[in-house]
């Protein structure tokens, strides 16, 4: 019986590891105008993303675009960076919208529109997939 069930468990933990496919990750850059040259930390980017911080260190104000929620770059950076789920992202962002405390980032759809709004807004800052990253823009950040 014990065999058994050994047997069992190893075809089973085969299985799970053959129907489970590995989705790796690309890098993801945090960029700025090339004309920001604000020292700007995660710590920073954290707080600029949640609506708890509206300026850079220099007093400009900051424009905070992003992915869509479906996007696997927003999903990568909502955990890696804000450090919270994407269900809890969107709950947080909930309760701010409802009691009038903060709107949630400018959303656009993809790498290359991000990319062309931050180059064309000086104060902006998003992030896209690094593979995108160009002269362009100014690259803070990147993470995989």
């Given at each position: 019986?014990?065999?058994?069930?050994?047997?069992?468990t190893?075809?089973?933990?085969l299985?799970?590891?053959?129907s489970?496919?590995?989705?790796s990750?690309?890098?993801?850059?945090?960029?700025?105008?090339?004309?920001?040259?604000?020292?700007i930390s995660?710590?920073?980017?954290?707080?600029?993303?949640?609506?708890?911080?509206?300026?850079?260190?220099?007093?400009?104000?900051?424009?905070?675009?992003?992915?869509?929620y479906?996007?696997?770059?927003?999903?990568?950076?909502?955990?890696?960076i804000?450090?919270?789920?994407?269900?809890q992202?969107?709950?947080?962002?909930a309760?701010?919208?409802?009691?009038?405390?903060g709107?949630?980032?400018?959303t656009?759809?993809?790498?290359?529109?991000i990319?062309?709004?931050?180059?064309?807004?000086?104060?902006?800052?998003?992030?896209?997939?690094?593979?995108?990253?160009?002269?362009?823009?100014?690259?803070?950040?990147?993470f995989?």
């Open positions: 019986m014990t065999n058994r069930r050994f047997i069992l190893a075809i089973s933990l299985f799970l590891g053959f489970t496919p590995q989705i990750k690309a890098e993801i850059s945090i960029i700025v105008h090339p004309s920001n040259d604000a020292v995660l710590k920073d980017v954290k707080r600029i993303y949640l609506g708890k911080q509206k300026h850079y260190a220099d007093g400009t104000k900051s424009i905070p675009y992003c992915r869509a479906t996007s696997p770059e927003k999903a990568q950076f909502v955990e890696a804000l450090l919270k789920s994407m269900l992202l969107k709950a947080y962002w309760e701010l919208l409802f009691t009038g405390k709107v949630p980032p400018k656009l759809e993809s790498s290359e529109a990319k062309q709004r931050i180059a064309s807004t000086p104060a902006a800052i998003g992030y896209i997939d690094s593979s995108f990253v160009d002269e362009s823009v100014r690259e803070i950040h990147r995989p």
